[in-house]
């Protein structure tokens, strides 16, 4: 990492909690590997805060900010413009400063693809997936799974209203995939495993309990767990810890699984490309993750 000077350009992450966040450590190394005199901080922004720091950005002369839980869908009504993306899916992990104005951005739909193709070599075209989380990060899912072609979309939330929304709001504008709402009922989540071919975990629950989450307490996980079969694509979102009892099921069970890392690798690398215009170092910001 660059000593930072008066030239030195500020990125970083705005969360809560945040002090988990290995996006400095894969950001940092990458602008290194690269020679760009930039960093990348992380900071605890609490809710009541979030609309403070994110107008204060451009004052400070950031060059942008990641999002992340519990912020994204509220950033999106913080910034100045949305790419067509954000617009739909309604949340934003992505701020980009551009002449002053602030810009955001979803890359977590596109980098939850890559993670899905390139590293669980699986395309969801014609597939039956099940979402698990109606937040932020499920919304990009939901967008994201079907703008990919995916048959059959299963959304469940334990507000099931907010599954609801969101699936009203992906068939509004991707008519051809069929989505079902739900709650997560042991009975409902039994039912919809059974029928997936891909599994997207895209709630907190499977964080580690320092970090937030429950530790993998919720009953629904374990009927979710006891599912797992061969032939069926796993992804967490989580990277705390990189593999989730979640994931460590499916690899019993003979699934393919995808950590949550390999999601902050490709979002990441989208997200450094929007602020720096120049190519992602794919393979160093691997190697940081990994370290």
Known sequence: MVTPNAQTRVVGIMGDPVAHSLSPRMLNAAFQALGFNWCYVAFRVPAGALAQGVRGLAALGFAGVNVTVPHKEAAAGLVDELDPLSQRIGAINTIRVAGGRLQGFNTDAPGLLDALTKDGGMSVTGRRCLLIGAGGGGRAAAFALAGAGTSHLTILNRTVSRARGLAEMVSRDYPQCHCDPGDLTLGTVGRSVENADVVIQATTATMSAAM???????DWLTTLER?????MVVLDMVYTPKWTDLL???RAAGATVV?????????GARSFELWTGTPAPLDVMRRALES
């Open 212 to 218: 937030g989450g429950s530790g993998g307490r919720e």
């Open 227 to 231: 599912g797992m079969r061969p032939g």
């Open 248 to 250: 460590n099921a499916g």
């Open 259 to 267: 950590s949550g890392v390999s999601m902050l690798l490709y979002q």
